[in-house]
């Protein structure tokens, strides 16, 4: 395989700059294996403590017990290294520029002492709104610079935030306000994206009708518009902030303290709140940010993510800051007011890294490259992608046109549960494949497994699911609420193992290609979403009785959600029941859940055990039926026949 493949090796400017060349990546990874108590003693330094670890690692991924601990009896404030630490050297420099939704606009650029005094002023609003450490606050924001100011006051304070995407629905807010019991929900009054304003103050009245009455919002302005307002329980950011102090000392808080909660979907029922803790984190956060994007001083640095999302927490916030970066935040979307405002922001700004997703990739390709040809992209240096497989079409198109073909792609391959990348090239140190994201990063152990047997497949080249063998400091530590789920989910299928969930491919050159997820977890333009989810939606619909849904194959989104509605008896099936119910499920999670193909099924291809056959199912939806495999198995096969006769997705 790996001889077909087009390879990039690293470039006499990548090399020449870069943190990490061939040599010290293969010097410092072998080291981070043999001897990572050692490794990892050193690379902690990244952060400033209070109180110094002396204890680095210790972790255990059963079986039975699964614990993670990282530099334990250390302390520190994760806010203090974002942002304190940088001010004597650095109190000037940028810290966030602020690009809004509308171009005309003007865009902001913050520097680190501007940021700690906006910081501490909403740490002392939230402190007088009874917020201390350990409690609970949401974060419903748009990506305007206050939502980082929310992340790093709670972080200040030694409060956990949980930051909802504020493309979810009032029932998903309050599901994860409840979730976490948060104190507080720090808001706007609505979020411009694309020409368009989403209603986040409604929204989260909307929620709070699931949450106890004494939860309160904190709201911020960024429109105007006229909202509802409860004198007894919200409080205007924009009013508090005229009085509040612009110094708030940093509270103490252990390594294994939380950060953050952030909910994520996975193969079975409701989405789970990930631990993120305050120590590994950020060690984790900062070195990856360094060493994937080769950071530099004087860069430009922008992450095209939303802080709802974990790609925002560790590459957009604390990543950046903690090494006194200048990182962008774009509030608006790629194609808005036209497809060339990606490359009209890195002109505008110089940026030096862009990392974006996939799916934004493919949706500007199919644009032209006109749009990308009329701006100067001479700053940049190096491009990134996170989120779902990249096709190397895009890739190519990628490195070509928006790169100038000089530029190195680092093809980042985590999760919300790893904190940061695990596989991922080194712009100095790898030589790339389209569509492969290549090595582990410093002290990754990544493991092929047969799926099956869960036998760990030795030989160089090896095709099965991705397990990892050892602890990372950036790891998740919990599922909030419920040790039990979190120890089922990723160290029961593969006793020993972290389980990822995907499947990959190693080649003979030990470079790894992620196939995608194995289990009923979808990836929709970037976006995870479990089918259970889905499901659970469409069936809560009066006239629904049962629904099945699965991914298939999409040009842009790289998967589409497909989904099988059985009908209540008598209930006609109509194109306005399915405008209908796409509707309805853009009401009960949010619009990125929409499905994009109905199909009426009258009935589901189930055992004769009552299990539904999602093989056949995604089959079917993939118009790959010819080879469905055994049938045999089916109460009632001919219900397979009629699912296919009409089938959504013709080629
Ligand atoms: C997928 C996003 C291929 C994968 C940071 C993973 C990728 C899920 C890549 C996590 C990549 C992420 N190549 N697939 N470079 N990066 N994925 O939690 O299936 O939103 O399990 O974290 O996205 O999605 P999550």
Not at 417 to 428: A, R, V, W, Y
Request: aromatic share 10%.
């Amino acid at each position: 395989m790996s001889t077909e493949v087009k390879q990039y090796p690293v470039t006499e400017d990548a090399a020449a700059r870069a943190h990490v060349d061939a040599e010290r990546y293969a010097r410092m990874y072998a080291a981070s294996i043999d001897d990572p108590e050692a490794f990892w003693r050193e690379q902690g330094q990244r952060v400033d403590w209070i109180k110094p670890y002396s204890r680095v690692k210790d972790t255990t991924f059963g079986p039975g017990e699964v614990s993670i601990k990282w530099f334990e009896d250390g302390t520190l404030n994760v806010s203090a290294n974002c942002i304190d630490r940088h001010l004597a050297t650095r109190g000037e420099q940028t810290a966030i520029i602020w690009e809004p939704d509308e171009p005309g606009e003007d865009a902001l650029h913050i520097t680190y002492r501007e940021l700690h005094a906006a910081t501490c002023r909403m740490a002392n609003i939230l402190a007088d709104m009874g917020v201390a450490k350990g409690d609970r606050v949401v974060i419903y924001m748009p990506m305007i610079p206050e939502a980082a100011y929310a992340m790093l006051a709670c972080a200040r304070i030694g409060a956990i935030h949980s930051v909802v995407f504020a493309g979810f629905s009032p029932d998903a807010l309050g599901a994860r306000v409840s979730g976490c019991d948060a104190k507080v929900v720090i808001t706007a009054d609505s979020a411009p994206r694309g020409g368009r304003k989403t209603p986040l103050k409604v929204n989260t009245d909307k929620a709070f009708k699931h949450c106890k009455d004494s939860v309160k919002s904190l709201v911020v302005r960024r429109t105007g518009d006229d909202i509802p307002w409860d004198d007894a329980r919200d409080v205007d950011y924009n009013e508090a902030v005229k009085t509040a102090s612009d110094s708030f000392e940093p509270v103490e808080v252990g390594a294994e303290d939380p950060l953050f909660i952030l909910y994520t979907s996975g193969s079975t029922g409701q989405p789970k709140g990930v631990v993120h803790t305050s120590g590994g984190y950020l060690v984790y956060a900062a070195m990856t940010h360094r060493f994937t994007f080769d950071y530099h001083d004087g860069d430009v640095y922008w992450c095209s993510a939303d802080v709802g999302w974990v790609t925002g927490h560790s590459y957009i916030v604390y990543g950046p800051l903690a090494n006194g970066a200048t990182t962008l935040m774009f509030e608006g979307v790629p194609t808005y007011p036209d497809a060339g405002r990606f490359w009209e922001v890195c002109a505008k700004h110089s940026v030096t890294q862009f990392y974006t997703a996939p799916t934004a990739i493919r949706a500007l390709m199919g644009q032209g490259d006109q749009w990308v040809e009329k701006h100067d992209l001479s700053s940049l240096r190096l491009l990134g992608t996170v989120g779902e497989p990249i096709n190397p079409e895009a890739w190519n198109w990628y490195h070509r046109v928006v790169g100038g073909g000089r530029c190195p792609i680092v093809d980042t391959w985590w999760q919300t549960e790893t904190g940061g990348h695990l596989i991922t090239p080194l712009p100095g140190a790898t030589t790339l494949k389209p569509g492969s994201a290549t090595k582990p990063f410093f002290g990754v152990q990544p493991v092929v497994l047969e799926p099956q047997t869960g036998e760990e497949i030795t030989t160089a080249e090896a095709e099965g699911v991705l397990c990892i063998k050892d602890s990372w400091p950036g790891q998740m530590r919990t599922v909030w609420g419920d040790h039990e789920r979190f120890v089922k989910t990723y160290f029961s299928d593969y006793a020993g193992y972290y389980f990822s969930g995907d499947g990959c491919r190693r080649d003979a050159d030990g470079d790894y290609w992620i196939t995608g997820r194995v289990d009923d977890v979808l990836n929709v333009s970037g976006h995870r979403m479990g089918t259970a989810e889905v499901e659970s939606a469409l069936v809560a619909h009066e006239k629904v009785a049962e629904a099945a849904v699965v991914g298939y194959p999409h040009d842009i989104k790289g998967q589409g959600i497909y989904c099988y509605v059985t009908l209540m008896n008598g209930v006609e099936p109509s194109e306005e029941l399915r405008q209908e119910l796409r509707q309805f499920v853009r009401t009960e999670i949010g619009p990125i859940a929409s499905p994009d193909l109905i199909q009426w099924a009258p009935g589901l291809p189930k055992t004769r055990s009552g299990k539904i056959m999602r093989r056949i199912l995604r089959k079917i939806a993939e118009d790959d039926f010819g080879a469905l495999g055994d049938t045999s198995t089916l109460a009632d096969p001919s219900v397979v026949d009629d699912l296919i006769e009409n089938r959504m997705n013709r080629k």
